[in-house]
Nanobody, 119 residues
Framework: QVQVQETGGGSVLPGKSLRLSCAFS????????MAWYRQAPGKQREAVAT???????AYADSVKDRFNIHRDFVKKTVALQMDLLKPEDTAVYYC?????????????WGQGTQVTVSS
């Protein structure tokens, strides 16, 4: 059974950086599409960065040129490097692992980690 666990959240000043990590447990990490989502209070969960099994990356417009998603196949982790953080980046950040097998979509979410950007 696949599980993902986020670490690395915290409170930082605007303009600072944080690095989130998502640890994947289970088999076939290499075939999963991975993603980071976030949910701010009173808002819907939104995709922040995605990284397909083929290595294609995509970012929300609001984080382009500030965030970077990276997969480590040896450690079975997916990191989200967040630079030049803004107060509007404050949210709970979630890791998602997803694959399609036998025509069925299999999605696993982590518990989330809080990121707070405030002066």
């Amino acid at each position: 059974q696949v599980q993902v666990q986020e670490t690395g959240g915290g409170s930082v000043l605007p303009g600072k950086s944080l690095r989130l990590s998502c640890a994947f447990s289970g088999r076939f990490f290499e075939v999963y599409d991975m993603a980071w989502y976030r949910q701010a209070p009173g808002k819907q969960r939104e995709a922040v960065a995605t990284l397909t099994a083929l290595g294609d990356k995509a970012y929300a417009d609001s984080v382009k040129d500030r965030f970077n998603i990276h997969r480590d196949f040896v450690k079975k982790t997916v990191a989200l490097q967040m630079d030049l953080l803004k107060p509007e980046d404050t949210a709970v950040y979630y890791c998602r692992a997803e694959r399609v097998i036998g025509g069925q979509r299999e999605t696993t979410w982590g518990q989330g980690t809080q990121v707070t950007v405030s002066s």
